[in-house]
Nanobody, 120 residues
Framework: QVQLVESGGGLVQAGGSLRLSCAASGRTFSSYAMGWFRQAPGKEREFVAGIRWSGRITNYADSMKGRFTISRDNAKKMVYLQMNSLKPEDTAVYYC?????????????WGQGTQVTVSS
């Protein structure tokens, strides 16, 4: 069982940066793949980025490649999403997730989300 709490969202101008954090609790955190998803108003939740338990393997949605970077610190039970060159279309609620693999359907623990708003 993993509990997840996101932080770091806020309002930023287009072209700016934000770093999201996800604090996890649970003894088996280091065995889970971790990911970030987002959901914009009126749209379905979409995959953003994922990272394997070791931190060596990551995957990204095509529109985030080169702009977003996911990382994790197993000792601190933290996952991060560094977001650069933000665009208004990145506005969404961002969710941290934990699961058994990197495929989007393999995530089964979710945080409450943190709002990111990018102004033009």
């Amino acid at each position: 069982q993993v509990q997840l709490v996101e932080s770091g969202g806020g309002l930023v101008q287009a072209g700016g940066s934000l770093r999201l954090s996800c604090a996890a609790s649970g003894r088996t955190f280091s065995s889970y793949a971790m990911g970030w998803f987002r959901q914009a108003p009126g749209k379905e939740r979409e995959f953003v980025a994922g990272i394997r338990w070791s931190g060596r393997i990551t995957n990204y949605a095509d529109s985030m490649k080169g702009r977003f970077t996911i990382s994790r610190d197993n000792a601190k039970k933290m996952v991060y999403l560094q977001m650069n060159s933000l665009k208004p279309e990145d506005t969404a609620v961002y969710y941290c997730a934990a699961g058994v693999g990197l495929a989007p359907y393999e995530y089964n623990y979710w945080g409450q989300g943190t709002q990111v708003t990018v102004s033009s």
